[in-house]
Nanobody
Framework: QVQLVESGGGLVQSGGSLRLSCAAS????????MGWFRQAPGKEREFVAA????????YYADSVKGRLTISRDNAKYTVYLQMNSLKPEDTAVYYC????????????????WGQGTQVTVSS
């Protein structure tokens, strides 16, 4: 089993940057592919980015390509989401999640979820 705790959210102006962290516990963390999702009020949870268990492959939603970067440090049991050039439409609760197999893009594939961290981008 894997427990996930996100941090790093906050209030930032449009064009600003944030770095989200997801700290994991559980010996099997390095075996899991990891993803970031977000959910804005009144909207469904949507895929943001994912990274393979070894960090060799990354995947992004079209809306964040070139602005957000996912990375991981298996030695530290941590996944990161560097967020640059933030826009008001990036405002949401951001969740990290762990999956073993299945589509990176679908929340159904993910077995474990964090509690989320709020990101608010003001215009």
């Amino acid at each position: 089993q894997v427990q996930l705790v996100e941090s790093g959210g906050g209030l930032v102006q449009s064009g600003g940057s944030l770095r989200l962290s997801c700290a994991a516990s559980g010996r099997t963390f390095p075996n899991y592919n990891m993803g970031w999702f977000r959910q804005a009020p009144g909207k469904e949870r949507e895929f943001v980015a994912a990274i393979s268990w070894n960090g060799y492959s990354t995947y992004y939603a079209d809306s964040v390509k070139g602005r957000l970067t996912i990375s991981r440090d298996n030695a530290k049991y941590t996944v990161y989401l560097q967020m640059n050039s933030l826009k008001p439409e990036d405002t949401a609760v951001y969740y990290c999640a762990a999956c073993y197999d299945g589509s990176y893009y679908s929340p159904v594939s993910y077995l474990y979820w964090g509690q989320g961290t709020q990101v608010t981008v003001s215009s």
